[in-house]
């Protein structure tokens, strides 16, 4: 029998405390005050306190918050009650109510002497792979610089209806673009129900999930408050998301003032938890599930470098075939014809071209700038040597 896997055997509440990167997700209903349109200083003041203190334990974490919307409503006076924005007002209204959520992040880890960034992303910047590959370098730099990230939606130039919910889905895009170990979605309520408890007394909460399942997906229902309306819906699609890409989940209490602490001392929260580590997720997702569009060919050297986990230097490189763009996948052989593996390309194909078989310290007097002295960095690489992927 072979050993069980110890990413299943990791008792969940040890999920947070053990976790290396940690994305926290923060919904409007928490943050904002649904009548006055201001943050809940107090509340913000507390969370900023755990985050302090996980980042002094040596974790890594963003921040995922909504609540531009709802706060810009109440500075640009869209406060009729009852009556729906339409979408210019709301990305007026995001436009407005983002700098002060920036500010207000800004000022309660100040207390901390933490520094904060603000980015903006849209859906589509983890699906468009050259963007993808940007924005996880930029958030890698950040925590590597010890900034706490602030991410929410790029409202402005979203072209689609905004939904409420749809932050859900962005915080576990994000952790999966920087292969987060654990995503939090704080929110109103203490976990999955077997049904909407509003609408269900006698729905039970669940501790665990380890597949959302057509049967888990039944248990979702419609939107709860007034300001959040994703409901469990798109917290469902988040987790698989995040599953897929080896990252546990959890949904769980964010109303009381130290919401972290609760879920590491063994409080309610349901777990979604993934049969694979993010690692070997991401390197399965750059060899299955992406199309080579070039193929790269690297000499003797090289080969041996890359089976020995080493990332691949343009130096090692003999030759680069196709039209792509940076972060485009590209396989990777031997001059044999032998192939290596699949990796993403730091470089569009033509500057790649022009990398072939210099050093690193050349990159910038042949380019022009000062781009990555890597080809394909190994944490972008997948080999699959002997049917093995590693
Ligand atoms: N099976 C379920 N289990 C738990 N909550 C559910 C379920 N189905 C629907 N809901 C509703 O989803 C709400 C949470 O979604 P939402 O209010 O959008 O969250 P938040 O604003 O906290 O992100 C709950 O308050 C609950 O009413
Ligand atoms: N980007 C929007 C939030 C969208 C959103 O998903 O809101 P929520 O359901 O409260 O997490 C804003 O900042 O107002």
Known sequence: MSAPSPVAAAAP??????ARRVVVKIGSALLVDSRSGRTHRTWLDALTDEVAMLRQRGQEVILVSSGAVAVGRRVLGLTEVGRPLRLEEKQAAA??????????????????????AQVLLTLDDSENRRRYLNARKTLDQLLALGVVPVVNENDTVTTQEMRFGDNDRLAA????MVSADALVLLSDIDGLYTADPRQDPAARRLDEVRAVTPEIEAMAGAAGSTMGTGGMVTKLIAARVAMDAGCAMVIAPGKGLA???????????????????????RKRWIAGALQPEGVVTVDAGAARALTHGKSLLPA??????GAFQKGAPVRI????????????CAYPAEEARALVGHRSGDIEALLGYHGPDELVHRDDLALTLGGETT
């Open 316 to 321: 090692g490189v003999t030759r680069v075939e």
């Open 259 to 281: 919401p972290l602490g609760a879920l590491e001392a063994g409080g309610p929260g349901t777990w979604f938890l993934p049969a694979q580590e993010p690692r070997a997720a």
């Open 333 to 344: 052989v031997e001059g044999d014809g032998r192939r290596l593996g699949v990796g993403l």
């Open 173 to 176: 895009r994000v952790a999966a």
């Open 95 to 116: 436009a407005a109510g983002q700098i002060r959520l920036a500010h207000a992040y800004q000022e309660a880890l100040a207390h901390h002497d933490i520094t904060v």
């Open 13 to 18: 509440a040890h999920r947070l405390r053990t």
